[in-house]
């Protein structure tokens, strides 16, 4: 894959693959982080980045870590709303709502998004049905 670092080199440079210890570590990493697509945020962090003030062309290795940052913070996230909705046993955005309730700026950003949302199956649905109705004119 175009972007993917082996373990190995990530974190031991140039020489760390030489001696064959480097090539132990990546093939002894936990099954978590081989299931991940690495990348898969790169477009859209580049350019969060650069809206905040970032270089139009931010180095790779910078993109990749507000990427794993993002990831494990969405995962944390995730997983803390698994142990609200646990009682329940499904998950709802109303378990993400409830632990950002004390953070104003997300509650507010969880509720708009949510609101959007809404709005855009709103008006789908209203586009749907007058395909709908123009399909069955003709």
Known sequence: MVGMVPA????????????GKGKANATQQP???????????????????????????PMPETVLLMEDILIDYITDT??????VASRRGKLTTE????????DSRKFSRVKELLA?????????????????KMATEF
């Open 31 to 57: 099954d978590s982080s081989l299931k991940r697509k690495r990348g898969l945020f790169n477009k859209d962090l580049r350019l969060m980045m650069y809206g905040f003030g970032d270089d139009p062309d």
């Open 116 to 132: 959007m949302n809404e709005e855009l199956k709103r008006a789908r649905k209203a586009f749907e049905l007058d395909e709908e």
């Open 95 to 102: 378990d993400v709502m409830f632990l950002v309730r004390k």
């Open 78 to 83: 995730v997983h803390k709303s698994q142990n």
């Open 8 to 19: 190995a080199n990530a974190e031991g440079g140039a020489g760390a693959g030489a001696s």
